[in-house]
């Protein structure tokens, strides 16, 4: 296996992806496995792959990532940035492109977290008057 080109971190709510791009036919693997394989969703699929659409690179690089943590919609995020944030950084010409796309942004949502007294986040005990 070649060396990466380019290396670069996607993060959206839990998910952390290590995206490392590389001179090939477009083939995307996601911890080793096919990206049909690990997202069988076609709208996690065209989420994380939007950034090689948009800059027509999907038949020129190759994309490695490794990613962790979270569920398949933040997973399938994290890629998204990732993917961005390593073409920018490959080509610099191609950040208008990306940006107008709004695909260098982090999301920064995430879960709020619990508090005491309540069951969740907001969702409190039921109230009882007598």
Known sequence: MT????????RRKRAVARVRIRPGEGRVTVNGRDVEDYFPSP?????ALEALRVTDAS???DVDASISGGGLTGQSG???LGVARALVALDGDSREKLKRAGLLSRDPRKKESKKYGLKKAR????YSKR
């Open 3 to 10: 060396a990466p080109l380019v290396q670069a971190t996607g």
């Open 123 to 126: 969702k409190a005990p039921q």
């Open 43 to 47: 709208a996690h699929r065209s989420s």
């Open 59 to 61: 038949s020129v690089y």
């Open 78 to 80: 994290a890629l998204r």
